[in-house]
């Protein structure tokens, strides 16, 4: 009975009749006798596979590589000549367990890669630079062409995440929280003692004002006081210029009674003082008093 085969675009179909190759392309179709036909199909498109290990570094540290690779068969013919991809006419399934171990196969490779480039870094070296530990695996089996010989083209090789063990990793958190405390401490003290310079600074300038006010202050003190000597001196002087003038003044006034009866002058004296008895508060003037400076008057003249 002849049945008919019709290949998915994305596989390649090599199609054998009685052991010997009939016909093989991507995505082809054709007629088939079942009892005498072996269909083999191998995916050409791309595949994603996970992988996860644990390798040594130089200075004796577990880690564990997580990661993830992209991956095609580039060569059909090759992988088939590796790995058996046949086909069950009936169920459209391997009729192997090879097609799976394509997948391990490859990791396999990527692991040996991993290795030598982790045992030639420190476990802080490794934890730091998993991105440049990937990027060189991947040259590597690129420049060897550790796949070609399979079939296989490996297109990206990604590292998720690198670890040390629970216990290494403690310690190193301890260690770069020990660091960060250090760090804030150091931020504190810095702090401070740029608080204490600056009211250093302020405390300066404030004395600088105070010194400043201060010898201010002193050159208006001397100021004030020299305008108060000088004003002094001139007032001191007006002073003696008014005084004499009051003095000849008054010597003037005196002259016109050089030759008067001191008598008469003394009348004038009492009526002088009666014209002003209100400013005067109390004055007694006895007939021994008045006799007295009568005679006294008289016998000076």
Request: glycine share 4%; charged share 25%; net charge neutral.
């Amino acid at each position: 009975m002849i049945r008919f085969f019709k290949g998915q675009p994305s596989d390649f179909i090599i199609h054998y009749r009685s052991g010997k190759l009939a016909r093989s392309g991507q995505g082809i179709a054709f007629l088939y006798l079942p009892f005498d036909t072996q269909i083999v199909t191998i995916p050409v498109t791309s595949r994603d596979t996970s992988f996860i290990f644990n390798e040594t570094t130089n200075n004796f540290q577990s880690v564990t590589i997580q990661g993830q690779c992209t991956y095609r068969v580039s060569d059909p013919k090759t992988a088939a000549g590796l790995l058996n991809f046949t086909i069950d006419l009936r169920t459209r399934r391997y009729v192997s367990d090879d097609p799976e171990r394509l997948a391990q196969r490859i990791t396999n490779v990527i692991q040996m890669q991993t290795r030598a480039e982790i045992q030639s870094r420190s476990l802080e070296n490794t934890l730091q630079d998993s991105e440049a530990i990937a990027s060189a695996v991947f040259a590597t089996i690129q420049k060897d062409g550790l796949l070609a010989r399979s079939g296989v083209e490996l297109l990206s090789i990604y590292f998720i995440s690198a670890k040390p063990t629970p216990e290494v990793s403690k310690a190193l958190e301890a260690e770069y929280r020990e660091t960060l405390l250090r760090k804030a401490d150091e931020a504190v003290y810095a702090r401070r003692a740029s608080a204490v310079e600056e009211e250093r600074k302020i405390k300066e300038r404030q004395l600088s004002s105070d010194v400043a006010l201060e010898e201010q202050r002193r050159q208006l003190i001397d100021l004030q006081g020299e305008n108060a000597q000088q004003e002094a001196e001139y007032r001191g002087k007006a002073l003696d210029i008014e005084s004499e003038y009051q003095a000849s003044a008054l010597q003037k006034q005196l002259a016109v009674y050089d030759s008067r009866d001191p008598k008469l002058l003394l009348a004038l004296a009492l009526k002088e003082m009666g014209a002003n008895a209100e400013r005067v508060g109390n004055l007694t003037i006895t007939s021994e008093i008045l006799a007295s400076l009568l005679n006294d008057k008289t016998s000076q003249k």
